[in-house]
């Protein structure tokens, strides 16, 4: 059965071609993602308003304990894609020529197949299963005590004896390449049409791989300007997701085309 259904998603997955882009596409896509915030900025915002809340509760709850502060926040960028759900189906409305309402956003909640529920449902056990592997490691091999960002700046990052902060990044990265390689145009395409969360994940796989100077391009955009809102004290993010979310609609549609 594994092996009938893992074939039943690459046959969806070769129903859609992957169009070729230059390297600084995504430049493009955040242009566009911007046009797309400012022309229903009202949705827009209210989706980064509430995530930079969760961002921000985050920070509180582990206000003391940055040992779980540090694999929180990148937890929470890895549901991220599924959280932007509604940012697509505006930037979708809008390139449709069809006024975007709440009612369409709150819609795509909803799906009547459940395929972005159980996507969303794994992501969250990725991110919690990374939360608690980061809190481990830093708790269990730091010399010290981390309560703070200092804590973790002087006993994790400038302990050169432990290389804890280079086994950190290592397993960080062993997990967000492939979370980011599997979520990069899945969850748009679970929204776009009806194939299946496994031949979406392939899709997005086949992207990656064909064009991966672009992919890596767009990954430091994301990466930069989401830290960027998290050093304003959370309000930039206000602005950032919700562009960024737009943006990734456009990569998606420039990106994966149906094959003829």
Not at 46 to 75: C, E, N, P
Not at 79 to 98: H, K, N
Not at 153 to 172: A, K, P, T, Y
Request: hydrophobic residues 55%; glycine residues 8%; proline residues 6%.
């Amino acid at each position: 059965m594994p092996m009938l259904e893992t074939e039943k998603a690459l046959a969806q997955s070769r129903q859609f071609g992957v169009k070729p882009i230059p390297l600084l596409r995504p430049l493009g896509w955040l242009a566009r993602g911007w046009k797309d915030l400012w022309r229903c900025p009202g949705a827009s915002l209210a989706h980064g308003l509430v995530m930079a809340i969760a961002g921000a509760l985050i920070l509180w709850l582990a206000r003391d304990r940055f040992w779980l502060l540090a694999g929180a926040f990148s937890g929470f960028l890895l549901v991220a894609p599924i959280l932007a759900t509604g940012l697509y189906v505006i930037s979708r409305d809008i390139e449709m020529g069809r006024t975007p309402s709440l009612a369409r956003v709150l819609e795509a909640w909803r799906p009547r197949d459940g395929r972005l529920v159980v996507f969303g449902v794994l992501l969250a056990f990725a991110g919690t299963g990374w939360v608690m592997t980061s809190a481990s490691l830093i708790t269990g091999f730091a010399p010290q005590p981390i309560h703070s960002p200092g804590d973790f700046l002087q006993h994790v990052v400038l302990n050169d004896d432990s290389h804890l902060f280079e086994i950190w990044l290592g397993m960080g990265a062993l997990l967000a390449a492939p979370m980011f390689a599997s979520t990069m145009i899945a969850v748009p395409l679970l929204l776009d049409t009806q194939i299946g969360i496994l031949g979406a994940v392939f899709t997005s796989w086949r992207v990656v791989m064909e064009y991966p100077a672009p992919v890596a391009l767009w990954a430091a955009l994301i990466m930069l300007l989401t830290l960027l809102g998290m050093s304003s004290l959370m309000l930039g993010l206000i602005v950032i997701l919700p562009w960024l979310g737009h943006a990734s609609w456009h990569a998606y549609r420039d990106l994966v085309k149906k094959a003829e």
